[in-house]
């Protein structure tokens, strides 16, 4: 007899004991769910603070004044794509002399005012071209 009832007192401290946990448990959840919300927030602002700071290629209009050409009969290779030029493709020329696909090479200055060969600022050479 003394048995049962000692479990049933256990039984009833171990519910109490949840009894009173459950409530810090779901306040413990509620703030989870707010920190997690707050870093995917601050990893947002912090992204596009980033895309602001680095997003330095060269406008569209600038990138139309660059040197267009027509591939001739070549067996080069644009280094942007590693495809090698066909006769009659749109080709731009950078000032310092390298060539690569038109579509290759504004994407790439979309993002990059350099050469993705030699490194050379092309947004300098053509405002120095606009002087
Ligand atoms: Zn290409
Ligand atoms: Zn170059």
């Not at 049962?4 to 413990?28: A, G, H, L, M």
Request: contains cysteine; proline residues 3%.
């Amino acid at each position: 007899m003394i048995s049962i009832v000692e479990e049933r007192k256990e039984e009833q401290q171990n519910q109490e004991f949840e009894f009173e946990e459950y409530p810090f448990r779901i306040w413990e959840q509620v703030a989870d769910q707010y920190r997690q919300e707050i870093v995917t927030l601050q990893h947002q602002i912090w992204q596009s603070n980033i895309d602001k700071f680095y997003q330095k290629g060269i406008p569209k209009k600038l990138q139309q004044k660059l040197k267009k050409m027509k591939m001739g009969k070549s067996n080069r290779q644009c280094s942007i794509c590693c495809n090698n030029f066909q006769k009659d493709e749109t080709i731009i020329q950078l000032p310092c002399k390298h060539i690569y696909h038109q579509s290759c090479l504004f994407s790439w200055l979309d993002h990059s005012t350099k050469c993705p060969n030699c490194r050379s600022d092309v947004l300098e050479a053509l405002k120095d071209q606009e002087k």
